[in-house]
């Protein structure tokens, strides 16, 4: 499998970003997702997950309200996007995917390249 991840970048304290993760290599709803984000302090922070389907997404306290996890199973692309963006959230952004949804990054088997997402205040 393999997974691109797009759409990082630099903005200011209260805007928007929305990340795109499109997997190739396997039939995409056989595929849970998850995103996961790197900082100097933590390697593997746990953002939000998704499940096959769609049906069922979970987030991390830290951004449950202000985020959302989607994917289109059509295009085979999942999205963050991701509102009120605060300086915290300063990190390069991962996505994952695995056999089933969860918020330990060591159940995922792929990983995309990272795309850096960098909130001045």
């Known amino acids: 499998v393999q997974l691109q991840a797009s759409g990082g970048g630099l903005v200011q304290a209260g805007d928007s970003l929305r990340l795109s993760c499109t997997a190739s290599?396997?039939?995409?709803?056989?595929?849970?997702l998850g995103w996961f984000r790197r900082t100097p302090e933590k390697e593997h922070d746990f953002v939000a997950h998704?499940?096959?389907?769609?049906?069922?997404?979970n987030y991390s306290d830290s951004v449950k309200g202000r985020f959302t996890i989607s994917r289109d199973n059509t295009k085979n692309t999942m999205y963050l996007q991701m509102n009120s963006l605060k300086p915290e959230d300063t990190a390069v952004y991962y996505c994952?995917?695995?056999?089933?949804?969860?918020?330990?990054?060591?159940?995922?088997?792929?990983w995309g390249q990272g795309t850096l997402v960098t909130v001045s205040s």
């Open positions: 290599g396997r039939t995409f709803t056989t595929l849970a």
């Open positions: 998704i499940t096959r389907s769609g049906e069922t997404t």
């Open positions: 994952a995917a695995g056999p089933y949804a969860s918020r330990r990054f060591d159940v995922y088997n792929w």
